[in-house]
């Protein structure tokens, strides 16, 4: 723990206050699902979703909160704490945090699925009849949510949502996360993977609505190989599945804490899942990510 005012702790990221104007935002190894955190971390995952923002912010053409990633530079950090947040640290802007997750969906999966096949409800209330799990929609669809502190996230009708910001501001929202889940979904396209969908978050700054929090990681989105994509039938993703696997398999464990201990070859499993999510969206190895950062 560094020496600065500690001012919140999510179910993967620590933030820190460095100053008025700036945060510390810290991806730790934690992994969570079914809304519990569970007693294992998984190797190189916060690390993972630090490299791969890091990339999507180079990529996007859109204000984000990042002001440097090089803990080497970061001199109100200890040499210790310099080394052991490489890779997965972000000095940012501090924002007004907009409380309201901009979900994008471009294909029908998840929730959704399961709200459209019993009948339907605020993501899927514009949808045509007769789609399958996994289908693609017509087009991406905005289907915003509450910020929920813990448990799930609440979603919102249009109208709810509407209210809830305002309609200006929704419709800035709404423009602006489709134009990144479009930009998204192409880049990931060439590298033979679907961007299904995603959620981003936004802040303010001086007036200036921004992109903020991790972008387009396998926490934050559902990527599944291209080649896999299969109407109708379960699609394979490049996250946490075989953590919920897993556990769903444990008919013991009603879903509530402590999680059981995973063995290491699920552990493993995860973390060879999340390192493959960067590699083929980044083109690099992960390897040269981990060197690159080391302070020196």
Known sequence: MPALEHIGSGKVRELYRVDEE?????????????DVVLGQSIPFKG??????????????????????????????????????????????????????????????????????????????????????????????????????????????????????????????LR????AIYERGAAHAGTKGIILADTKFEFGIVDDEIILIDEVLTPDSSRYWPAVAWDP??????????????????????????????MPPEVVQETSDRYIDAYERLTGRAFADYLYEVEPR
């Open 232 to 261: 109708g039938t379960t699609m394979p993703s490049f996250d946490k599945q075989p953590v919920r696997d897993w556990l769903e398999a444990q008919s013991s464990w009603d879903k509530t804490p402590p999680a059981p201990v």
């Open 175 to 178: 423009t602006r996360s489709l």
């Open 47 to 172: 690390q993972v979703l630090t490299g791969l923002s890091l990339d999507w912010f180079s990529i996007l053409e859109t204000p984000n909160h990042l002001i440097s990633a090089n803990t080497a530079e970061m001199s109100f950090l200890s040499p210790d704490e310099r080394s052991a947040f490489a890779g997965r640290a972000m000095l940012v802007m501090a924002a007004e945090v907009i409380p309201m997750e901009c979900v994008i969906r471009g294909y029908l999966y998840g929730s959704s699925w399961k709200e459209y096949a019993s009948g339907g409800g605020p993501t899927t209330e514009h949808l045509p009849s007769g789609l399958e799990m996994a289908s693609k929609l017509p087009e991406p669809i905005f289907t915003p949510a509450t910020k929920a502190e813990s448990g799930h996230d609440e979603n919102l009708t249009e109208a709810e949502a509407r209210a809830f910001v305002g309609s200006e501001l929704y419709e800035e």
């Open 22 to 34: 700036r945060l510390l935002l810290v991806a730790t190894d934690r992994i969570s699902a079914f």
